[in-house]
């Protein structure tokens, strides 16, 4: 397969670093002004590009294992934002400064009053805690290794054997990866209210990140068709699939969402109740009414047909949109912890700077990337099948 | 194999004619032919292969079809008679509060809505299709049944023109087919028009033997299949058991009534049924006032009269503004009354209060006597019933 790899400019690194920049130094600022707020905030930035990243090794792992034609060529996209892994072992530091400001949980004095919470210490507790999260942290960075480099060399020696290798790691990884994502989102996100819990949560954090994921794998494979890197043979029929899946995903999200709160209105339990409610209280009413159609509704219509999944403009508007839809559905289930018993406005300039960086981050990461590999898996045995892709 | 040619020709000069079919051999030919067809400015032509071809809508100029809109107005449609007819049986027709939840409980309908739109819409495409593709309520269509139709669902792909174009010409459409690569060019010719084809006889059999199976498996499955006990050892026997018919009674019923007048055993009549209020010195309670009997005495008050006499018997009931307020069990008269006189309005009622006799029993009345008894007398209580529990304190 011939193929002519064509530089990204450094303009567009130099445009990350200056958003990272940016983002660093108004998020210094935040923490200044208020560390709490600035903490709530910066665990949402987090959450985000940990599910995009470990999103995109899951789509990896996927398309491996499903024996998908269409996403070939389009591989290395997740492959790049997948690279993104390594980086939470940094970006986690920060969070364990802020677990006082965040887990209720590690009051001990509030625990010690509080017999629910007491029952919970044997799994709530910072140092099982903290085991957990490098335990994920490091179950991902060794499957992305493995991943990557068998899909690298391949590109070097061509040897066929390295694609069954990897759809062997896939059907290894999905299992583990459906353990980790939910230990994380309950760690991470379900904790923030101790005393609440839901068997469904972690399906709900999946669906939400996997549209996060497929909509950043759109928005970069569309840019890049637009500015001419990828293959010419690739058409406006292979993004048909990158708009089906975000599609159902959407459908799948909002399943699950409406599983959860009428499980939950059902049984009218108040240890489970008070978490919608808080949702419900003051300005988070709009949030919450605002999520039904910024994050099912709209996307729902402008993505049900079959020219809206084949039209690029078209699907770049969705998958900005969805993107931004995964920010807030973050924002819905992380603020409200912050905003019980305080008077505080609901949006300041903190929630608008922190995203800089998670938007920084990505455009680094995917340049650092291109730099060193190629755009495409250029000698996988299926690509020519890819190319050639038709509706 | 001659004469029927020689019959079917007969039969052809009197049919019209609805298109020319030709064969092509390799997915390539045919894409190049639907391409080639529909450049030429042909809009009434169809392709027929054994499996979808990829692009092949692409090439015919096809316009995407209106099939989807059907589908999302019988969708919304099934929704919206689900929510109306769930609205009207569960918040207007009948009422009633499930786990304490509104008439009209939103999401608890968000699943049924759901399933029925899921319903409505596959069901409408279903019979949509069918009824576009038969010419319903023609049930036939004319490519059926041809050696053509044989062919292209097995291994060869087809392309015809039908005689409705407006290009269409029996000379130019069979070169055209033979210039394009087409193999096999033949013409294909309309069905005698059956003027009721839904009531041909054939037709009204095949619908009579699937009504007739389809019910009589029904019932078979449900009447008879279901209740095939795979071994029954002892668990059928020749002896009476409740709410079952029995052969030795001439009407058949396993559960008999009582004989007239027969009473259950330990079963003290009440005589005084038949009066509205008790003769003063009518009744002695028989129980003694025991811890024992006032334990018990106290919890059946507690079960049965407290949710409207109070607990205390101050009339100041839990269920007040429900029901006209009870009196005070502390008046004068209620403490005047006799044991018997209480123990009558527990057993047969008074005014509101119903007969508690179905829920009590005899010594359960007697005690709850003696509870309201000693009630009364701590309400009113003595100087010296006041030394006396103080004494009775100190000592413990």
Redo the contacts between chains.
């Keep these: 397969m011939e193929y002519k790899k064509k530089e990204i400019p450094g303009s567009v690194e130099k445009l990350g670093w200056i958003l990272l920049g940016l983002g660093v130094i108004l998020g210094a600022v935040a923490f200044l002004v208020d560390s709490s707020r600035a903490f709530f905030n910066y665990l949402i930035t987090f959450m985000f590009v940990l599910s995009v990243a470990v999103g995109a090794l899951f789509i990896v792992a996927l398309e491996y294992l499903a024996g998908a034609d269409w996403s070939v060529p389009f591989r290395r996209i997740p492959e790049f934002f997948a690279g993104a892994i390594p980086l939470l072992a940094v970006l986690v530091i920060p969070l364990l400064f802020g677990f006082h400001d965040l887990f209720h949980w590690t009051h001990t004095e509030d625990v010690e009053a509080d017999k629910i919470l007491q029952g919970k210490t044997p799994y709530l507790n910072e140092v099982f805690f903290i085991i957990r999260t490098v335990l994920c942290i490091g179950v991902w960075y060794i499957f992305y290794r493995l991943f990557t480099r068998n899909s690298r060399k391949q590109d070097a020696t061509g040897d066929q054997k390295l694609t069954k290798k990897n759809i062997t790691l896939s059907a290894i990884f999905i299992p583990i990866f459906a353990v980790t994502i939910t230990i994380a989102a309950v760690d991470w996100l379900m904790t923030l209210e101790p005393h609440w819990f839901s068997t469904i949560f972690g399906i709900y954090f999946f669906s939400g990140s996997m549209i996060a994921t497929l909509a950043a794998i759109t928005l970069a494979a569309i840019l890049l068709k637009e500015k001419g890197y990828l293959h010419p043979k690739i058409t406006n029929e292979h993004f048909y699939s990158l708009g089906a899946l975000m599609f159902a995903f959407v459908n799948f999200w909002a399943y699950i969402a ?1 599983s959860q ?2 499980l939950i ?2 049984a ?1 339990l108040p240890e489970t109740t008070f978490w919608f409610l808080q949702r419900w209280e003051g300005p988070m009413m709009y949030v919450s009414l605002g999520l039904i159609f910024i994050h099912f509704v709209i996307p729902y219509f402008g993505l049900v047909s ?1 020219p809206s999944k084949t039209d690029p403009k078209r699907l770049k508007i969705m998958s900005v949109w969805l993107l931004f839809a995964h920010g807030l559905n973050l924002y819905w289930l992380i603020m409200p912890t912050y905003f019980t018993g305080k008077e505080v406005p609901v949006i300041t300039w903190m929630e608008f700077t922190f995203p800089l960086i998670a938007i920084a981050l990505f455009i680094i990461i995917f340049v650092i990337h291109a730099k060193k590999f190629n755009l495409m898996p250029v000698r996988d045995p299926k690509l020519r099948r890819g190319l050639d892709f ?2 | 194999m001659v004469h029927s040619q020689a019959v079917t020709e007969v039969i052809i000069m009197n049919k019209k004619l609805y298109g020319y079919t030709a064969l092509f051999d390799t997915p390539d030919g045919i894409m190049a032919a639907a391409k080639k067809t529909a450049d030429d400015g042909f809009t009434k032509f169809d392709v027929n292969t054994p499996y979808p071809v ?2 092949i809508d692409k090439a015919m100029k096809i316009r ?1 079809s209106k099939l989807g809109f059907i589908t999302l107005f019988f969708g919304l449609l099934g929704g919206a008679l689900a929510i109306l007819f769930m609205y009207w049986t569960m918040s207007v027709d009948y009422p009633m509060v499930i ?3 509104p008439f009209f409980a939103l ?2 309908f ?2 049924v809505t759901f399933e029925v739109i899921v319903l409505t819409a596959t069901l409408s495409t279903v019979a949509a299709m069918i009824a576009l593709f038969f010419y319903l309520p023609q049930n036939n269509h004319p490519l059926h049944d041809t050696d053509y139709m044989k062919t292209v669902s097995s291994d060869k792909y087809g392309l015809c023109i039908e005689a409705e174009d407006p290009l269409f010409d029996e000379k130019k459409v069979q070169t055209f087919l033979s210039a394009a690569g087409g193999k096999n060019i033949t013409p294909v010719y309309n069905p005698e028009p059956v003027k009721y084809p839904l009531l041909q006889p054939k037709f009204l059999a095949v619908l009579a033997i699937i009504a007739l199976s389809v019910s009589g498996a029904t019932y078979f499955t449900l009447n008879k299949l279901m209740y095939m006990t795979p071994f029954n050892w002892m668990s059928e026997q020749e002896k009476l058991t409740p709410q079952r018919t029995y052969w030795l009674f001439e009407d058949g019923y396993g559960m008999r009534a009582p004989v007239q007048g027969s009473v259950a055993r330990g079963f003290i009549p009440y005589p005084f049924r038949d009066q509205s209020v008790l003769e003063e010195g009518g009744l002695a309670n028989p129980l003694l006032a025991t811890e024992e009997v006032l334990t018990l005495g106290k919890n059946k008050y507690n079960t049965f009269c407290s949710p409207c006499h109070g607990n205390h018997g101050d009339g100041d009931s839990r269920l007040r503004g429900q029901f006209p307020n009870p009196p005070s069990l502390h008046t004068p008269r209620a403490r005047e009354w006799s044991d018997g006189q209480i123990y009558h309005v527990l057993t047969v009622g008074q005014n509101v209060m119903a007969s508690y006799e179905p829920y009590t029993t005899r010594e359960e009345r007697w005690a709850i006597v003696h509870y309201i008894r000693a009630l009364q007398r701590a309400k009113n209580a003595s100087d010296a019933d006041i030394q006396l529990v103080r004494s009775d304190n100190n000592a413990r």
Excluded: V
Aim: proline content about 16%; glycine content about 22%; hydrophobic content about 30%.
């Design positions: 409406f709160y009428m209105w059902y009218d079959l038709h509706l | 990829h692009g995407p786990g304490g939840k999401p608890a968000g699943p």
